[in-house]
């Protein structure tokens, strides 16, 4: 019978991941998505070499869905005009063609498989929701003619 990792040394393992891994990431959506590419869709877990050399598997799975969680409601507590401001420095450090990000994101919605399991579906829905209004967001900026202001995310149309 395997017993479940003690909560002090999850905490301690999460710690390590923020400071050798996470700290070096300005924005939650960029940490959203590096955790949620250390999980195995087929079982759920996730795995990360370090840190389990560190602790234990069991340890390093459960601390990295805890960031994970953490990040995800780091998200969620973001307004509008934030989120855009993270997909677009998200776009930038990935330095891929902006017209092709943009569609990928539109079509591929890789931020759905970004969310933690077992997180609330409404929760889910309304980060889909802004991350989808943010990608028309960008994408009117980068179709605006040079000049021409694009609505803000933050303001009324009758400002």
């Known amino acids: ?27 939650a959506l960029d940490r959203m998505i590096c955790l949620a590419s250390l999980r195995d869709y087929n079982t759920g877990l996730y795995h990360h070499e370090g840190l389990a ?8 799975s459960e601390a990295i869905a805890c960031c994970h969680r953490e990040e995800f409601h780091e998200l969620l507590r973001c307004s509008l005009q934030e989120i855009v401001g993270q997909l677009e420095g998200y776009l ?13 994101w539109k079509g591929l919605q890789p931020y759905r498989v970004a969310v933690p399991a077992g997180s609330d579906p409404l929760a889910a829905e309304l980060l889909g929701s802004n991350i989808k209004v943010a990608l028309a967001i960008l994408e009117a900026r980068l179709h605006a003619p040079p000049g021409e202001p694009v609505a803000s995310p933050h303001r009324s149309p009758d400002r």
């Open 92 to 104: 930038a450090a990935t330095r891929t063609n902006p017209s092709e990000f943009i569609a990928a």
């Open 53 to 60: 050399s560190r602790f234990t598997q069991e340890v390093a």
């Open 1 to 27: 019978m395997l017993t479940p990792p003690r909560r002090s040394d999850v905490q301690e393992a999460a710690d390590d991941l923020q400071r050798r891994t996470l700290a070096g990431m300005a924005r």
